[in-house]
Structure formats: structure tokens, C-alpha cells
């Protein structure tokens, strides 16, 4: 019953990743008016599919065993337990935040939810420390560091659109933006579909790439039923956009998850992909400092209400 309930949990997870950031890399195309919102979504499930699929042929180099991430001993992270508990507290606050219309990072739902399974687990003994390389320091300065990159991006785009005047010729622009947004939809299907399914690795019945492809079909599903939430967030609320901004922000926002993907910074391209369309809307003057300032809020509290769950969740599953 217990790897029945685990299996289920980790695919509400993947549901709730899919409904929270399958829209992030397409946002730019809604809200510039390049393409429909039925055409965007269909653009990320497709892109996000295509990334959980590589990562099946990829399985043995990305997918690592479920860890406590430093903040406890391994061999307590392997505790069904505390995959369930992780499981169900990361998937409802995402999916909370996704109902709400607030973009916020799997990774630090995660990253939260192991700490409070693993407070109830061993208590203060958990390492405190790593969350100042995993949530403090992603969540201060990579939003700052995409926001001056985007407007220097965006910047060189305008010029070089002036020079070449690339907008004579649309469909230039738009096929720059498309294939933008699908480096970022890509790789986000190649990461998260290796880290979620480490969570149900323990389940002896199911093969690694067996466990990623019914994890891709998940998240496809929540990103076709309840993005739209997210995508009025990030398409139209932020700030007004154009074609040339979108593909600015798109730009910084591939860029940065390419680099992530390679070098193993702790960048969340749910951070990179909000701070790069705040940039452009900042040039411009019509950025809405009070949406984002809510969604940097919903970022803060991300992990602490990931934690207070997970540790309720651990506590009700070992009574």
C-alpha cells in the first residue's frame, strides 16, 4: 500500500510540476501576441515531452539516487517515508501556487519539503547550512544577475533588430522566438523528469526510463489543464510585451537554463524565466512592481510551507 500511495503521490507531483511550469518558456509567445494560448501550450507540451523523452535515452548519466541533499544522512533520505511525505508536500504547494497563478520553483518546493520531513526525522541535527547554497543564495542573487543580463540582451536585440530590421521580415522574429521558448520547455522536461523520478526509484517494478515516461505523460497533462493561471501571470501581468521583447527575455532565459544544465549551478528557471520578462518591462517602464513582488514573495514561502507540510505529512505516516 505504502509504494502503491508513493507511486500515485510522485505522479501528482510530476501533475503539479507540469501545471506550474510548463507555461514559463511560452509565456513571451502569449503575451507578445506571437501565437494563440492554445498554439503556446501545445508548443510547451510537445518541447517538455521532447525533453522527458531524451532524458530516457540519457537516464544512466542524469538520473542520480534520491538524496537528502546534504541537509540529511542518505540512508535516512531512502526511508519511504520520507519520499512520500516529500512526494505529497512538494506536489500540493506547487499545485497550490500553480491554482493561484503564482509561478514558484519545484526545485526549492523540494528542497523545503526534505528539510521538514527530515526536522521530524532527526531534528536540529539536520545541516542547516546547506540551504544558504540551495534556496538563500539562488533566490537573492540569481534574479538580480538575470534581470541586468536580460536588459543588456534585450538591449543588443533592439539595436541589432534596428540595424538589420528584422521586424520587415516577421517571421524571422517569430521563428527565433518559437524555437527560444522550446530550448527552455526542453530543458526543463530534461531535468525535472531525471529529478522526479529518483523519488520512485525504490519501487522495484518500475525501470528507470519506464518511470520517466509515465512521469512525462503526468506532466504533460497538468500543463494542458491547469496552466492557465500561470500563463495569465506571466503572459500579461508582469508587464506588457512585444515580439522583440519576448524573444529578449527568452533569450537570457534559454541561456541561463542551458548554463544551469551543464555546470550544476542551482539556478530554478522558474526565477530566471519571471526575472528576464520583469527586465524587459523595467526597460521599458511598464513593469508591475507589485505582481512581482508578490511572486517574489510566493518564492520566500515556498520552502517554508513546503517543509511545514512534509513534516506533517512524515509525522501522520509514521503514526
Not at 497563478?101 to 527530515?118: I, K, Y
Request: proline share 2%; with cysteine.
Amino acid at each position: 500500500m505504502l509504494i502503491i500511495s508513493l507511486f500515485l503521490a510522485t505522479l501528482f507531483l510530476a501533475y503539479s510540476n507540469g501545471a506550474n511550469d510548463n507555461f514559463k518558456g511560452v509565456a513571451t509567445l502569449f503575451g507578445s501576441g506571437t501565437t494563440s494560448y492554445q498554439t503556446a501550450i501545445l508548443w510547451a507540451t510537445i518541447t517538455t515531452f521532447s525533453g522527458a523523452v531524451a532524458a530516457i535515452f540519457w537516464a544512466g548519466k542524469l538520473v542520480q539516487n534520491f538524496t537528502g541533499q546534504g541537509i540529511f544522512p542518505d540512508n535516512i533520505a531512502n526511508v519511504p517515508e520520507i519520499h512520500l511525505a516529500v512526494a505529497i508536500a512538494s506536489g500540493m504547494t506547487v499545485l497550490i501556487a500553480a491554482l493561484t497563478g503564482f509561478p514558484v520553483s519545484t526545485t526549492h518546493s523540494l528542497t523545503g519539503a526534505l528539510l521538514g520531513a527530515g526536522l521530524v526525522a532527526i531534528g536540529l541535527k539536520v545541516n542547516f547550512a546547506v540551504l544558504w547554497q540551495a534556496f538563500i543564495i539562488p533566490l537573492i542573487f540569481i534574479p538580480i544577475i538575470t534581470i541586468f543580463l536580460a536588459a543588456g540582451v534585450y538591449q543588443l536585440v533592439k539595436y541589432f533588430n534596428y540595424q538589420l530590421n528584422l521586424l520587415a521580415n516577421q517571421k524571422v522574429v517569430d521563428t527565433l522566438h518559437f524555437i527560444s521558448a522550446g530550448i527552455i520547455c526542453f530543458t526543463r522536461g530534461l531535468n525535472h523528469t531525471s529529478q522526479l523520478v529518483s523519488i520512485i526509484l525504490i519501487i522495484e517494478y518500475f525501470s528507470i526510463q519506464g518511470g520517466m515516461l509515465t512521469i512525462a505523460m503526468a506532466m504533460g497533462l497538468g500543463g494542458l489543464l491547469n496552466s492557465q493561471r500561470i500563463a495569465a501571470t506571466m503572459s500579461t501581468k508582469i508587464t506588457s510585451l512585444d515580439a522583440i521583447q519576448g524573444l529578449s527575455a527568452n533569450m537570457t532565459a534559454g541561456f541561463l537554463a542551458i548554463l544551469a544544465s551543464y555546470t550544476g549551478i542551482p539556478i530554478s528557471i522558474t526565477h530566471v524565466a519571471v526575472s528576464s520578462i520583469f527586465s524587459v518591462g523595467l526597460i521599458e517602464k511598464k513593469a508591475n512592481w507589485h505582481i512581482f513582488s508578490q511572486i517574489f514573495l510566493s518564492w520566500i514561502l515556498t520552502l517554508p510551507t513546503a517543509a511545514i507540510t512534509s513534516g506533517i505529512a512524515y509525522r501522520l505516516l509514521q503514526g
